[in-house]
């Protein structure tokens, strides 16, 4: 049983890589290669752009594909999605497609496009927005750098923001919010359908999804004694309770927790004074709900 994916060549292949290493899938990939060798001997991986990794695995051609929420939505794509990864290029917030003009432009709202020029990569998207609001407006396909097209070019773009620090540098307003979009995990509906290959893209999401819930948390570890285990546990947080074992002494105890690792740095000296010793903080590759 082989389970053929596709992973987003650009802007979201360093963090996918990342990903799939903390989820325990270590790619390696030569500089001109579109095909990674991966140490799982049931996973076929491939480099495709996001845009079109929707299309091929509705056709069939993948089982699964790692893209955006926009490009299934652009591609009218028949696929499953199966689990959503909230993480980007720069950041674990999800990104918007906008529409945006030059500062000193008149128009105000989405209305004033009326005979208007538009200029994105999400043509289909765009078009279905207009006629909700039946706003009729030319929408040209961008071939990229849309944001340096106003107001030479078009009289408007939309385009995907993530922090807008490149709109504001292009000196554009933001007129309003088109779509939020997230990473997901998409599967073909015939590929869940066959019993192995479920089961194998179930255990995929399941350790993706283990990795992101695991990025920002820590683990920690500490010795109490008896007498001051309420005091520790009273300033402790946690995923849910604590962990707490007799440690050989009967007098003490090992109290085990998972919690983010911003707190670490306010709680340690809470829990010091609070009676834990040897207090370990380690690590999490994955946090299985």
Same mark, same amino acid.
Request: glycine share 4%; aromatic share 6%.
């Given at each position: 049983?082989?389970?053929?994916?596709?992973?987003?060549?650009?802007?979201?292949?360093?963090?996918?890589?990342?990903?799939?290493?903390?989820?325990?899938?270590?790619?390696?990939?030569?500089?001109?290669?579109?095909?990674?060798?991966?140490?799982?001997? =049931? %996973?076929?991986?491939?480099?495709? +752009?996001?845009?079109?990794?929707? @299309?091929?695995? !509705?056709?069939?051609? $993948?089982?699964? /594909?790692?893209?955006?929420?926009?490009?299934?939505?652009?591609?009218?794509?028949?696929?499953?999605?199966?689990?959503?990864?909230?993480?980007?290029?720069?950041?674990?917030?999800?990104?918007?497609?906008?529409?945006?003009?030059?500062?000193?432009?008149?128009?105000?709202?989405?209305?004033?496009?009326?005979?208007?020029?538009?200029?994105? =990569? %999400?043509?289909?998207?765009?078009? +279905?927005?207009?006629?909700?609001? @039946?706003?009729? !407006?030319?929408?040209? $396909?961008?071939? /990229?750098?849309?944001?340096?097209?106003?107001?030479?070019?078009?009289?408007?773009?939309?385009?995907?923001?993530?922090?807008?620090?490149?709109?504001?540098?292009?000196?554009?307003?933001?007129?309003?919010?088109?779509?939020?979009?997230?990473?997901?995990?998409?599967?073909?509906?015939?590929?869940?359908?066959?019993?192995?290959?479920?089961?194998?893209?179930?255990?995929?999401?399941?350790?993706?999804?283990?990795?992101?819930?695991?990025?920002?948390?820590?683990?920690?570890?500490?010795?109490?004694?008896?007498?001051?285990?309420?005091?520790?546990?009273?300033?402790?947080?946690?995923?849910?309770?604590?962990?707490?074992?007799?440690?050989?002494?009967?007098?003490?105890?090992?109290?085990?927790?998972?919690?983010?690792?911003?707190?670490?740095?306010?709680?340690?000296?809470?829990?010091?004074?609070?009676?834990?010793?040897?207090?370990?903080?380690?690590?999490?590759?994955?946090?299985?709900?």
């Amino acid at each position: 049983m082989l389970v053929r994916a596709a992973l987003p060549k650009g802007s979201l292949e360093k963090p996918t890589f990342a990903l799939l290493a903390q989820a325990g899938y270590n790619l390696t990939i030569g500089s001109r290669s579109y095909v990674p060798a991966v140490d799982d001997e =049931e %996973l076929h991986v491939r480099l495709v +752009r996001a845009q079109e990794i929707p @299309r091929y695995v !509705a056709q069939g051609v $993948f089982d699964i /594909g790692i893209t955006g929420h926009d490009w299934v939505l652009e591609t009218n794509a028949d696929v499953e999605e199966v689990l959503e990864l909230v993480y980007s290029k720069a950041s674990m917030n999800p990104c918007k497609w906008v529409l945006a003009v030059p500062e000193d432009s008149p128009i105000r709202a989405p209305e004033d496009l009326r005979g208007k020029r538009i200029a994105t =990569e %999400l043509v289909n998207v765009t078009k +279905r927005y207009l006629a909700a609001r @039946r706003i009729e !407006a030319e929408v040209e $396909f961008s071939w /990229g750098a849309t944001e340096a097209k106003p107001p030479d070019l078009v009289d408007a773009i939309v385009d995907i923001t993530e922090t807008g620090r490149s709109l504001a540098a292009n000196k554009l307003r933001i007129v309003d919010v088109l779509l939020e979009t997230t990473t997901r995990l998409i599967a073909g509906k015939e590929s869940l359908k066959d019993p192995s290959k479920r089961r194998k893209i179930e255990n995929f999401a399941m350790l993706l999804e283990g990795a992101l819930v695991a990025q920002g948390m820590v683990g920690m570890k500490m010795n109490v004694s008896a007498a001051d285990l309420p005091k520790v546990l009273a300033v402790l947080p946690a995923m849910k309770d604590p962990t707490v074992n007799h440690l050989r002494d009967k007098d003490w105890y090992a109290v085990e927790t998972v919690l983010k690792e911003r707190q670490v740095r306010d709680l340690v000296p809470d829990l010091k004074r609070a009676g834990a010793r040897d207090i370990i903080e380690y690590p999490l590759n994955k946090v299985i709900l």
